[in-house]
């Protein structure tokens, strides 16, 4: 074989080589993307799932405290009528009591 045809085989060899390795570099990217893609996939997954207790948590929270505003609705009233109650006794007694000097 010639200089010149060695040069020329080995240059296409060589085409052939980075050609190969261009691809196994491409298909390594796509690879590495497609894990990297899943990994975001899990993490999102991650993030939706504490959202979602976190909005739980917030909605039992809530449960609370519109039962504790009942209770306290519920006292308030019973202030007020008491309050009424005792006026009332107060009126009777003051009545009362000019009917007793």
């Not at 799932?49 to 929270?61: L, V, Y």
Request: no cysteine; hydrophobic share 40%; net charge negative.
């Amino acid at each position: 074989m010639e200089f010149k045809q060695i040069q020329t085989e080995m240059r296409e060899l060589d085409k052939e080589v980075g050609k190969n390795t261009s691809e196994a570099i491409l298909k390594l990217m796509d690879l590495k993307a497609q894990t990297f893609e899943q990994k975001l996939d899990i993490l999102s997954n991650q993030v939706n799932m504490q959202i979602n207790q976190m909005n739980e948590k917030i909605d039992q929270t809530n449960v609370q405290m519109n039962q504790i505003n009942t209770q306290m609705n519920a006292q308030n009233n019973s202030i007020k009528i008491l309050g009424t109650v005792i006026g009332l006794v107060s009126i009777l007694a003051s009545i009362a009591g000019q009917f007793i000097n």
